[in-house]
């Protein structure tokens, strides 16, 4: 007998709260229109699982796991291949049922969207692991990650969402993020994909915040969901960008590569990488032109990027 399954997650950019999410901040992120797909067939068999993951389409990794055990028996990439051996042996021991008894199984992952924008690989394959093994992705992501989990709440969201941690829990609430300036609101990639781990132990190890900085955070984050004034969101974004800087000791994306820009700009998740989002009033071609003399060519509007 054959049995197939199909799940789907949403990748995210965090727009606010970025590194003091971890410790409590309330943050506004979005779930993106490009996501990940996994595929997954299962019939009788030789206890064998195949993986192949591809990257818009095409092939991109290739490993073949024995069952029950999730040994490795080939891989394109063997790396790769041991990070997603890890992945699966924490969702096996949180449902040791799912890979029980003789069944050759198939998997397909497809991802949506280049690897190096960072748009939540990780976090969209995670939340469909879980989906397949029935388990709370949360709990498995913590078995993997010591990140705060906003980007497993982002994979399931189809509306925006306030994320916090307390206790150790995860407290979401979607909220609809439907500024009347969304027009205005651009999100330009700066060319190479952040290691947030990196980030965040870097984070770790020499940054001390307070607790009025993670209830100004808080507060900015749930007034830039809410302000119709366009104004006003572009002074919420500067005062975010000087509290982060302040305590990371490092100098807002606009002063260091973007002053003569004529509007806000405002580093998403981890900094120094990935994506900006950038407040701009004047035509797409003029922005553009403005990037792409910076050598800057990735650029979404709010509606090409946001789901």
């Known amino acids: 007998m054959r049995h197939s399954f199909n799940f789907h997650s949403n990748g995210k950019l965090l727009i606010s709260g970025e590194y003091l999410v971890i410790d409590g901040a309330l943050s506004l992120a979005l ?21 192949e993951s591809r990257v818009k389409g ?68 995670i ?7 029935n388990v709370d992705p949360f709990q498995l992501f913590r078995t993997t990650f010591n990140g705060s989990g906003y980007d497993i709440a982002c994979a399931r969201s189809a509306q925006a969402v306030l994320y916090q941690v307390v206790d150790n829990n995860p407290v979401i609430r979607q909220v609809k993020f439907d500024p009347p300036f969304r027009d205005q609101l651009f999100f330009v990639h700066l060319g190479k994909k952040q290691d947030t781990l990196s980030g965040i132990r870097h984070y770790r190890s020499s940054v001390v915040e307070s607790q009025k900085e993670i209830e100004r955070i808080s507060a900015i984050s749930d007034y830039l969901w809410q302000t119709t004034d366009l104004y006003e969101f572009e002074r919420l974004l500067i005062e975010h960008e000087s509290i982060i800087s302040r305590i990371l000791g490092i100098e807002p994306v606009k002063e260091s590569h973007f002053s003569d820009l004529p509007g806000s700009v405002k580093s998403l998740g981890a900094w120094g990488g990935d994506f900006i989002l950038v407040t701009w009033s004047r035509s797409r071609q003029e922005l553009e032109k403005y990037f792409h003399s910076k050598g800057l060519k990735t650029i979404y509007s709010f509606d090409e990027l946001i789901l």
């Open 31 to 51: 779930p993106v229109r490009y996501g990940q797909s996994l595929h997954v067939e299962v019939a009788d068999g030789q206890p064998y699982l195949l993986w």
């Open 58 to 125: 095409n092939e991109w990794f290739t490993a073949g796991y024995r069952l029950p055990e999730l040994d490795i028996v080939s891989a394109s990439d063997q790396e790769i291949a041991g990070r997603l051996q890890t992945l699966l042996r924490n969702a096996s021991s949180l449902n040791p049922d799912m890979l029980g008894g003789s069944c050759e199984i198939k998997a397909l992952a497809d991802i949506g969207f280049d690897l190096n924008l960072g748009l939540g690989s990780s976090s969209t394959l």
């Open 127 to 133: 939340s469909n692991i879980a989906w397949w093994f």
